[in-house]
């Protein structure tokens, strides 16, 4: 069943513009019509797209969630035009006209979004599952699953992948399949007298997580000049030209990812006075800030990528640390640290 159907994208359905966010949002149209297809008509398998979530202070976009009876599966999406790697310690590559960079791991933008999921069903556990007995009904015991749906077009290198990162990784027109197969084993482990969602828990659930995106979209405007895209330290789906493109990609944007934190830390400082140590960041209606404890003015944490100069990047939050995202050449930057 399908509880909430994909967002429209900002950009439309041409490529002007920002290409990399148009193949973003047909990658995930494309994972959202395998999903409505094959489980459209389901009474016990629950789907919602573009889901926002905010809790305590933290923000996420989840591209596609997944209820059933016996827990939750997240499905990130990632376009991707080219070959993918992952090392041993989970780092992605992907190559493209034969030049390769590292990307953001979709398994862990994932992990994070499904850790402020949890604390956000948790806290609010009372409204959504019943007692027995007399004692309160949790979700730590239920199952939660993570999958990356990746372009049906990308060369997986599986034998290069860990074992965990593999079984995780499923092209576009498989996740079907596979989310039938994590389903089937989970019932199969929880027929061993582990917890399960009844339809009213279930229904529950999905009514509170349609309202509370409603709200969060309401309160943010419809994402502010932002395509939907997850947060934080959730990526927007690295998208590429279609592989026929002639023009090979300019140097400074396919050459190796730079790291350059030291750099840019230095760029947030107060708008009114100038001050860079007295700041503190806060997040607010339209995004993140920092607000000088000097003349109190608050200061905007949006800015152009230091690599390519494109104005559209996307501010995410790890502990202490504000990161942006370009959304052209996927450069990653310190924006700001807590001290």
């Not at 429209?8 to 949002?25: I, M, P, Q, T, V």
Request: net charge positive; proline share 5%.
């Amino acid at each position: 069943m399908i509880l909430k159907e994909k967002d429209a994208s900002l950009y439309g359905s041409s490529r002007g513009g920002d290409e990399r966010a148009f193949y973003g949002h047909k990658q995930e149209q494309d994972v959202a019509f395998q999903l409505r297809r094959e489980f459209g008509e389901h009474k016990q398998i629950h789907v919602i797209n573009d889901l926002r979530i905010e809790h305590r202070g933290e923000r996420a976009q989840i591209d596609h969630l997944i209820l059933h009876p016996y827990g939750f599966i997240i499905v990130e999406s990632k376009s991707i035009v080219g070959e993918v790697t992952v090392n041993a310690a989970g780092e992605w590559s992907r190559s493209y006209q034969g030049n390769w960079m590292g990307i953001p791991s979709p398994i862990r933008q994932a992990e994070l979004q499904k850790q402020l999921l949890h604390h956000l069903i948790r806290d609010n556990v009372g409204k959504l599952l019943g007692k027995i007995l007399g004692i309160q009904g949790k979700v730590g015991g239920r199952d939660w699953q993570v999958l990356c749906a990746v372009s049906s077009t990308a060369i997986l290198h599986r034998d290069k992948m860990p074992k965990d990162v593999a079984d995780r990784v499923v092209k576009t027109e498989f996740l079907a399949k596979k989310i039938r197969e994590v389903v089937g084993n989970t019932l199969t482990e929880y027929l061993k007298a582990k917890p399960k969602f009844s339809k009213r828990e279930l229904d529950n659930i999905g009514n509170f997580l349609l309202e509370h995106t409603a709200q969060v979209s309401a309160a943010r405007g419809d994402g502010d000049s932002a395509p939907v895209t997850p947060e934080p330290a959730a990526s927007a789906s690295v998208a590429e030209p279609v592989p026929n493109y002639s023009v090979a990609p300019t140097p400074d944007t396919s050459s190796s990812p730079t790291e350059p934190p030291a750099q840019v830390q230095g760029l947030m400082t107060c708008k009114q006075c100038g001050e860079a140590n007295s700041l503190t960041g806060l997040y607010g209606q339209y995004g993140y800030y920092v607000k000088c404890g000097h003349c109190s003015t608050n200061t905007s944490m949006k800015q152009s990528c230091p690599a390519c100069g494109w104005k559209s990047v996307r501010v995410s939050k790890d502990g202490p640390e504000y990161t942006g995202t370009c959304r052209k050449c996927t450069q990653q930057f310190l924006v700001f640290r807590q001290e």
